[in-house]
């Protein structure tokens, strides 16, 4: 699934770009922002694949906000105004959709997204673990076996069934290494595999034998997220 956000100051144009999405069978939408700074908040607690992103946006424009991130995701432009189109290509845009956007053209788009991001067919086995460098060592750790994550400075404990390995890297990188559809991360230093929670009480997940936290700025997402 093509995890997506849709950015853009129009209500309708919101409502729209969701019901496509839903009736599209390799779309997910991760969520909605009226603005880019509401985006931007956004996308500092969650990953996705594809920005569904209007440029005539007040306060910054969509595509000022675009040149703005560090990780890019795949963006599609949407705006009523032709003029734009040159700009929002200049910027690697998998495609540029003119409202009222009809949807067999936003058909068209989406599948451009699924070349470049060369998603795997139905026959193709898709990895189910992570090479994590740790002890001088590169383990091959299934994600099943990974029960939750914890900041450590410029390292990160990842907590295993049988152990726990302090692995060479920064939550941030992890994150965007580990997939959606098990990990999400609930506070500033914890990352959780969601097929591993066992009960959220208060601001706290039990996994295994351990209390997670819920950060306050994260629970919404992570309520959401959990069902």
């Known amino acids: 699934m093509i995890k997506c956000l849709v950015v853009d100051d129009e209500p309708l144009s919101r409502q729209v770009l969701k019901g496509f999405i839903a009736d599209h069978p390799d779309l997910e939408l991760a969520g909605e922002c009226k603005d880019a700074l509401e985006a931007l908040s956004f996308l500092e607690k969650t990953r996705v694949d594809l920005l569904f992103l209007d440029i005539n946006m007040p306060k910054l424009s969509g595509v000022n906000f675009y040149k703005s991130l560090q990780n890019k995701p795949e963006v599609i432009f949407t705006t009523a105004y032709a003029e734009f189109a040159v700009e929002g290509f200049e910027l690697n845009a998998i495609d540029y959709l003119m409202k009222p956007i009809a949807f067999e053209r936003f058909f068209q788009a989406v599948q451009r997204v699924k070349d470049k991001l060369g998603q795997p067919s139905a026959n193709q086995p898709i990895q189910q673990y992570i ?54 991360r609930t506070h500033k230093s914890y990352i959780i595999n969601k097929t591993k929670v066992e009960y959220i009480e208060g601001n706290q997940i039990k996994i295994g034998n351990q209390l997670v936290a819920i950060g306050q700025s994260y629970r919404e997402e992570v309520m959401k997220a959990l069902g």
């Open 131 to 184: 090479m994590l460098k740790a002890d001088k060592k590169v383990y091959r750790t299934p994600y099943e076996d990974i029960l939750f994550c914890e900041a450590l400075g410029d390292y990160v404990k990842v907590h295993l069934k049988d152990k726990v390995l302090i692995v060479t890297t920064t939550m941030k990188k992890l994150l965007a290494e580990l997939p959606d559809h098990f990990f999400l």
